[in-house]
């Protein structure tokens, strides 16, 4: 059984509902660049894959970058002057800005209120803020509780630590037929935010789990890692390696209701670019190429020009397009599971022809062979219509040249690659 057969067997349906359980799973954990919210998240998934998980250490020289401090939260709230929580980490992990420094004491409202961030576009929803590379704290909280906050004195606690530790990151390696590779990676620094980090992450993890349970012929490698220093810290560990990647996807965003959009790698004319258009081309689907821009996920490491990979990233609605992007709407209903497996599915689909896109060569070249003797072209002449696999197969013969892959014979055909791939390998 190969990667191709996963989506005959698999319940598509059962497999949605699977990542829309998995990432209401990891929803609650308070996750961060570093500390312990990352670790729980892949202890969370180890029991599903095979899962590696490497510290770095604090301090530790990553070309231009240096892996920072460790952050831990306990609590963080701020009290009125009769005790009551009127903001509570405790109720959701983005009331504190991710990454606070340690605080403790008592404040007027005037004087609290530069360290409170707030939506007034969207009144009811809570922002999602970090502060990883300054020292700084903060609370976010949703405009309407702001404008109702009365004057008082305030008890402010964030009760963090940012101390030596390390940043950690976890890997998941499927050995091939080959030890050439295919990179799948997303970032897992994100606290209670669905689409963006745990759609991507619960898609890579089920990837994995079923790409685990099939003759592969390429080697995978899952990454999953904090957001630029997770990739910048990996690159800078496997710089030796990095040239068996013969193909990558970042995933992102992959949960909400809008089109698939594919960001392509800085080389614009991978196989990974040209195998993820035709999937979305054939989908019957709207979708959205967009190019490659050096901004966004971890794509910007890899195709940094020192490295420069063969790596694109599959997304929904990319992100910063969608209002509920980095606030308090990106949460359990806005994912549904309707999206997660058409995403999931895709994929399969991306992987199915990076597996089989080979590149043959027509040992019967000269003039077309006689089909009707092998019984592979219609019996009756001059019928019009019934065409269609002939024609994947004439296209097949005449382009099997040595210098054409089969995913170049489908988009020049117009063919869908399983057509073609079936002339070869029924
Ligand atoms: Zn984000």
Redesign the pocket.
């Known amino acids: 059984m190969n990667i191709t057969d996963l989506k005959e067997i698999l319940d598509i349906e059962q497999v949605g509902q699977g990542l829309h359980q998995l990432i209401s799973d990891l929803y609650p954990i308070c996750r961060s660049i570093t500390g312990n919210g990352f670790r729980e998240t892949l202890g969370q998934i180890q029991p599903l894959i095979p899962l590696t998980l490497h510290e770095v250490p604090t301090g530790t020289q990553v070309f231009d970058w240096t892996v920072p401090r460790e952050w831990n939260i306990r609590d963080a709230y701020v009290r009125n002057s009769q005790g009551d929580r009127v903001i509570d980490f405790q109720k959701s992990n983005l009331h504190v800005v991710n990454y606070s420094v340690p605080v403790h004491k008592k404040l007027s409202l005037e004087e609290l209120k530069p360290n409170l961030f707030t939506l007034p576009d969207r009144p009811d929803w809570v922002p999602y803020r970090t502060s990883y590379y300054k020292d700084s704290w903060g609370f976010c909280l949703t405009h309407r509780q702001l404008l109702e906050l009365p004057d008082d004195e305030y008890e402010v606690c964030i009760d963090t630590t940012l101390e030596p530790g390390s940043l950690t990151y976890g890997e998941c390696y499927l050995p091939g037929e080959e030890s050439d590779e295919v990179l799948i990676s997303c970032h897992a620094c994100?606290p209670s935010?669905a689409n963006?980090?745990l759609a991507g992450i619960a898609i890579a993890t089920h990837l994995a789990k079923h790409l685990g349970q099939v003759a592969r012929r390429y080697s995978y490698r899952f990454i999953f890692i904090p957001?630029t220093i997770g990739s910048i810290t990996w690159l800078s560990r496997n710089e030796e390696h990095v040239d068996r990647i013969k193909h990558g996807l970042v995933l992102s965003c992959l949960g909400d209701p809008g089109k698939s959009t594919y960001k392509k790698s800085r080389r614009g004319d991978a196989e990974i670019d040209r195998a993820v258009l035709h999937v979305l081309q054939h989908s019957g689907q709207d979708y959205e190429a967009i190019d490659f821009f050096p901004y966004g996920y971890d794509e910007r490491q890899y195709c940094s020009p020192g490295f420069n990979l063969p790596v694109g990233c599959l997304m929904r609605t990319p992100?910063s397009k969608y209002p509920e992007y980095?606030t308090s709407a990106d949460n359990l209903e806005f994912v549904q599971p309707v999206y997660l497996q058409d995403s999931f599915a895709k994929c399969l689909d991306i992987l199915s022809v990076l597996e089989h896109n080979k590149t043959y060569v027509n040992q019967n070249p000269k003039c077309e062979p006689q089909l009707g003797k092998r019984g592979l072209y219609r019996s009756v002449g001059g019928a019009a219509g019934s065409g269609i696999d002939e024609m994947a197969m004439l296209w097949t013969l005449n382009l099997s040249d040595g210098k054409h892959s089969l995913l170049e014979i489908a988009d020049r055909s117009g063919s869908e690659f399983s057509a073609i791939k079936k002339r070869l390998m029924p």
């Open positions: 994100h935010l963006d980090n957001a992100n980095h």
